[in-house]
Each structure stands twice: as structure tokens, then as C-alpha cells.
């Protein structure tokens, strides 16, 4: 288990914030993705035997809240009806995605300043972040590579600024 104070150090402090940004800014990329994403095409698959668009965006929400229950269980959401479905609504699916995002921030937050380790999974719970930062950089590059292979592509100039600029820019909050 690591060992130290989170209530009095400055540094401490301002490492969590940063960290607690560093998850915001993620899931606003997420956000942004599905924004950007035409509506007729929430349906494309790469293969007949891969989950459409719409549900990988549902799959990076339970995702989240799965491990929230295992992990941080006072934190946990009610859980969706499935892993593998399609939200038709994407506002619904953004106020999911925001709510889980939250539920992980939260977890995560109270875990370090109680400096209390995760239930089942994670050796810190900062592993937490890190291995849904991944998965859904993951999922976010499937999702690109399926408008391709489409012929429908996304626009890296304009979809970048609402990415990767928002990683890399200074200054900027997550939105």
C-alpha cells in the first residue's frame, strides 16, 4: 500500500486535482467523439460479429460503473441492462457517460484521500484511471477505424481539437 498524507500537502493536493482533471479531460474526449459522430451511423459495425457504435459508448459506461461496484461499492450507480446494448438517445447516453465518469471520479478521489485501498481490483487506486483512460482509447480508435472502413471518416483537423487538444492544451478545463 503506498504511504502518505493527502490532507495537509500542498503537493498532495494539487497531484490529486491534476489527476481528477486528467479523468475529466477523458471523458470529455469521449463525449466529444460521440457528438461527432453522425447519427445515421451510431449503427456501423467493422464485422457482422462486432457491437455497433452505439454500443461501445453503452460498453465504456458499464464498464465503468462495473468496477465502481467491485472496486468502491458506496459509490456505485444503478447499473444499465445490459453491456452490449444500444442507447438510442444520445443526450441519455451522454448524461450516462457524464454520470459514470462521475461515479469513477468520486470513487477514486475518496479512495486516495482516505488512503484506503480498492476492493477487488487495482494495486492503487489510481490504476483505476489509467486502465479506463486505456480501454477507452482503445474503443476510441475502433470506433474511428469502423466510420473508415464505412467511408465515412471523421475529420482528424476538427475532431482533434475536441481530442487530443484537449489533452495537450494548457490552461484549458474540461467542458
Known sequence: MWDSDKGSDPYNHAMLDA??????????????LLRAIPEDAMDLRPMDSSPTIAKLFVHLHYVRLVFVEEDAPAFAREMPKG??????NRDRLITMLNDSAKAVSDAVAHRLQ???AMELHYDHPLLMFQHLIWHEGYHH???KLTLKLAGRPLDDRTLGRQTWGVWMDKGRSPK
Not at 19 to 32: K, M, Y
Open 19 to 32: 489527476l481528477l482533471d486528467s479523468w475529466a479531460r477523458n471523458n470529455t474526449i469521449t463525449v466529444n
Open 114 to 116: 482516505t488512503n484506503t
Open 141 to 143: 480508435g475502433q470506433i
Open 83 to 88: 453491456e452490449w446494448v444500444a442507447e438510442p
